[in-house]
């Protein structure tokens, strides 16, 4: 069973993630579930090339080391499915009824609330042939932050803002490695294709019509989100009534 808890606590680090494979790569004894956590990143990272604000101290940004040996590389976006699924989870437990059933998914792993992001998920691995020897669950999720900048503003969000309180840290870091613990506990291969349904079922925008542009060519074309097949590309139905499966850097949502 994962039991997340915090091995280094630090006030202040470039990444969470690259202290830990760092780590990773120079040290022996490094257990699953142990915990780098930072009060303040200076390099914090999101997918691709985007960066993460968060102000010093009002959110929690930290990476979860795990050993997930009971995953090959064919079934890797598990990861980012229990990782989605149990941030989700615990935003949700702080919103009321109404609020709270407008979480959801952002492809592959971000967590938004209605159409603002208040997570993100960074997930690296370390692969030898076609097995998973190591994994870094890099998460970042705004609950006490106020100052986002200009560019933020209408398209970030916190728990804070949505909640109209503040919350003590330590209590949704709790809530959140309780959360992680229980999904990752359903990423075996009895408990994986419940996992499949809830993500789906929880996916941004599913069934509905958005528009992307394609980064190899910079071409805007409109679809409509199907779901996500088991190499975690999504499925888009086009215009011309085909379905068409996206790699995550071969594609640009236009609501970012």
Not at 90 to 114: C, E, Q
Request: no cysteine; glycine share 8%; net charge neutral.
């Amino acid at each position: 069973m994962l039991v997340p808890k915090v091995a280094r606590h630090f006030s202040e680090l470039g990444s969470t993630n690259s202290a830990l494979i760092e780590a990773l790569n120079s040290e022996r004894g490094l257990r699953e579930g142990d915990v780098f956590l930072a009060d303040a990143q200076t390099a914090g990272q999101g997918q691709g090339s985007k960066g993460w604000h968060a102000t010093p101290n009002d959110n929690l940004t930290f990476s979860l080391l795990l050993y997930p040996d009971h995953l090959s590389v064919d079934t890797i976006f598990t990861l980012s499915r229990f990782s989605a699924l149990a941030i989700a989870t615990t935003v949700r437990h702080y919103l009321d009824p109404v609020t709270a059933s407008t979480v959801r998914i952002k492809w592959p792993n971000d967590i938004y609330v209605g159409d603002r992001k208040i997570a993100g998920t960074l997930i690296q691995n370390g692969l030898r042939g076609s097995s998973v020897q190591w994994s870094v669950v890099g998460i970042g999720l705004n609950v006490n932050e106020e100052a986002f900048p200009p560019a933020l503003q209408h398209t970030a969000t916190s728990l804070r803002r949505l909640s109209g309180r503040a919350l003590p840290l330590v209590s949704v870091r709790d809530r959140l490695f309780m959360d992680l613990a229980h999904f990752y506990g359903r990423s075996d291969s009895a408990g994986r294709a419940g996992l499949e349904a809830d993500y789906h079922d929880q996916l941004y925008r599913l069934e509905q019509p958005s528009t992307f542009v394609r980064t190899d060519r910079g071409k805007r074309f409109p679809a409509i989100v199907k779901g996500v097949d088991a190499d975690g590309r999504l499925l888009l139905a086009l215009a011309d009534g085909s379905v068409e499966a996206f790699e995550l850097r071969a594609l640009r949502w236009l609501t970012d």
